[in-house]
């Protein structure tokens, strides 16, 4: 396959490499159509480079779609750094790494991901203007996961609203799968603000034992959570677990929660549809924290980016409307939306306007 083939349709695809420090990082920037790439830097011992290109080229389309469809003026991209963090993650080698962020010119925006945490952003930062989640006192949002568990938690309401007509998960029975930094804070929605009956399954016992102290809820082993008769679904811990498997064994209504990924192939989607399970697309359902974070390059407003979160709600019934009315999946409805906001803000960029150095002349 040629390299222009492999790359898809993504605008640049960049390499980077640093020997002093043993700096080796890819960039690849999918769609600028709708503002800078912004997404995450993955730091991982990845077995080989073509399965680090391969991973850092899916993970940037997938940006675009979740920025898209978040109504962001953002665009897609994501970075790869490979190796082993706990064995090669130094001051030098994030510093390196920022230099190359800022060689792009903002054309990339990076951030925290697997591998990679706030305070390797705020080593980044003092390279580049261009990285975002960065700390607090340097003028960050945070941790991104309450945001993105309030995303998840609108996106249940959303499913009540389309299956049962309800604005309320009052009595509704929800099985979490995975209790970790959003999966708790679903919990704790879903539970205080929502007055569910919750049931969660995590294959670390000290973040269940967390859970059903503070909110008292039930729980089950992890190899059954995906089949406890219930409401809704939350997956909230790993990709792929909605697959031909699963499905002939899931029990619920509906399906929303954070994880990246969850059907194992998009004819899973349609799979969900014809059995009458609402699934709310991975990509809308945990925008809250993407949301969150890009609030930051406005100088970030806590009260401005909980509201901007709420979009998560409005674009799911959207969602929901136009795979109703054209008889497609949620998941193909979903892509739908996505790429016609590209299409049709992209149409946008065929007026001229001044920049300010155009108006200096
Ligand atoms: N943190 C965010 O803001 C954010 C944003 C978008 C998407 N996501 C996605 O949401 C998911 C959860 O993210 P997180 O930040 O809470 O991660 P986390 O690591 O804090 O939590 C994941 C939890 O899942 C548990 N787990 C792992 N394997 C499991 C299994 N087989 N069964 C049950 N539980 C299992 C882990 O023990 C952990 O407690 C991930 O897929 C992540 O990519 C997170």
Not at 293 to 302: K, R, T
């Amino acid at each position: 396959m040629s390299v222009f083939e492999q790359f898809e349709q993504h605008e640049q695809v960049v390499y980077f490499s640093d020997s002093p420090s043993g700096l080796r990082a890819i960039i690849a920037i999918r769609s600028t159509t709708l503002g800078p790439a912004l997404g995450g830097t993955r730091f991982y011992p990845y077995a080989s480079e073509d399965a680090a290109l391969e991973d850092v080229l899916r993970l940037s389309r997938g940006m675009t779609y979740k920025a898209a469809a978040a109504r962001l003026d953002l665009g897609g991209g994501k970075a790869v750094i490979l190796g082993d963090p706990h064995r090669v993650k130094s001051e030098e080698l994030l510093r390196a790494y920022g230099r190359f962020v800022e060689s792009l010119g903002g054309r990339y925006v990076t951030a925290e991901d697997v591998g990679t945490s706030r305070a390797d952003m705020d080593v980044i930062r003092r390279e580049t203007r261009f990285v975002a989640g960065v700390s607090p006192s340097l003028g960050g949002s945070g941790d991104p996961s309450p945001s993105t568990a309030y995303g998840v938690y609108l996106s249940m309401l959303a499913c009540a609203e389309e299956v049962w007509h309800e604005h309320s998960l009052r009595g509704r029975r929800i099985a979490v799968q995975g209790v970790g930094k959003v999966g708790y804070n679903v919990v704790k929605y879903a539970v205080e603000d929502g007055g569910a009956q919750v049931v969660v399954a995590d294959v670390d016992v000290d973040s269940v034992a967390r859970v059903v102290r503070d909110f008292g809820v039930q729980t089950v082993p992890t190899e059954q959570i995906h089949a406890v008769d219930c409401d809704i679904l939350a997956p909230c811990a790993l990709g792929g677990v909605i697959n031909a498997d699963t499905i002939p064994q899931l029990r619920c209504r509906a399906i929303a929660g954070s994880a990246n990924n969850q059907l194992q192939h998009p004819e899973h989607g349609k799979a969900l549809a014809e059995l009458g399970i609402l699934y709310a697309p991975d990509f809308i359902a945990n925008a809250g924290g993407l949301i969150n974070v890009a609030d930051e390059l406005s100088g970030y407003a806590p009260e401005r980016a909980r509201a901007s979160v709420e979009h998560v709600y409005r674009t799911l019934r959207e969602v929901f409307t136009i795979a109703r009315e054209d008889h497609v999946s949620t998941a193909e409805a979903a892509d739908h939306y996505a790429e016609s906001r590209l299409e049709r803000i992209s149409r946008l960029r065929r007026y001229w306007v001044p920049t300010p150095s155009d108006t200096r002349r």
